[in-house]
């Protein structure tokens, strides 16, 4: 069964989705963290981010490995790396691109072949698994979401300013939502679970409820 967990920055995506998986004993995909991994990859490179024919061409060179919920670049684990504010903010050039998008699809397809997988990211519904038994949109207001990364930041020791988590927050969702393709947005047969005023416990429920529910269906009517 795949499960996709789509929706903004901040939403509780990676942390629900690991949860979920854990819960049924599914693996979990964190997408998000390949786009990470290939960015980081090209700043070490000093590839030159005008030059698409050279951005994509990197991305088909290297060897990216998602195991055990760690992700590794060229064999070297960049898990942490793949953080840092510079990263964030450049990872917008190489998810534009879609050949980029094509080849990290093309591998979270060849993940998931023949497991049962919770993903999460931004197009997993939408584009990379259209017929997932069970889709999800997690979202929250910006105003909770932004308060909740200033938390987690600052229990990472960066103590930012809310209006600054807020400006890059939406400055993130903006172009996450424009670009041509694998845009955010809800696929039309995902369920919405807005999480304002919800505990992590109280979300990870919710979540459950509505893959049982989804289980229930997909054993009902046979896959396409
Ligand atoms: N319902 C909730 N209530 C309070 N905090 C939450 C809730 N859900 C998630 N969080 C916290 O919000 C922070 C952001 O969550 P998480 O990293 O899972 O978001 P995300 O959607 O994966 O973000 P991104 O796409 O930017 O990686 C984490 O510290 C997480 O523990
Ligand atoms: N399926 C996806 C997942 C992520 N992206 C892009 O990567 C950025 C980082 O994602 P995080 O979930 O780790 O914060 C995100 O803002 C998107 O630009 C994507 O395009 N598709």
């Known amino acids: 069964m795949i499960v996709t967990i789509d929706g903004p920055a901040g ?14 004993g599914f693996e979990f995909l964190d997408t998000g963290a390949m786009y990470r991994a290939v960015t980081l990859g090209a700043i070490w490179n000093n590839i030159d981010f ?3 024919d050279a951005l994509v061409a ?17 064999d070297t684990d960049v898990t942490n790396e793949i953080r840092t504010p510079t990263v964030t903010g450049a990872i917008h050039v190489l998810a534009d691109l879609a050949e980029v998008r094509a080849q990290l699809s093309q591998q979270q397809r060849r993940i998931a072949e023949g497991r049962d997988i919770v993903t999460e990211g931004r197009d997993q519904g939408t584009e990379v ?9 997690l979202t ?3 105003q909770e979401r932004a308060v909740r990364r200033q938390q987690q930041l600052a229990a990472a020791g960066r103590n930012v300013p809310i209006e ?17 393709i694998g845009s955010l947005r809800p696929a039309d047969d ?7 005023g919800m505990t992590p416990d109280e979300v990870l429920q ?19």
């Open 11 to 24: 939403a509780g995506k990676s942390s629900i989705a690991r949860q979920v998986a854990d819960r049924l």
């Open 50 to 52: 005008q030059d698409v």
């Open 58 to 74: 990197y991305v088909r060179s290297v060897n990216l490995k998602w195991h055990k919920n760690r992700i590794s670049l060229n």
């Open 129 to 137: 698994f259209p017929d997932a038994e069970c889709k999800i949109f």
């Open 140 to 142: 929250a207001s910006p």
């Open 164 to 180: 600054d988590v807020i400006v890059s927050q939406n400055r993130r969702d903006e172009e996450d939502r424009s670009r041509p």
């Open 190 to 196: 995902a369920v919405l679970l807005h999480s304002d």
């Open 206 to 224: 919710k979540a459950l409820d509505i893959i049982a529910a989804a289980a229930e269906t997909a054993a009902e009517v046979p896959r396409r």
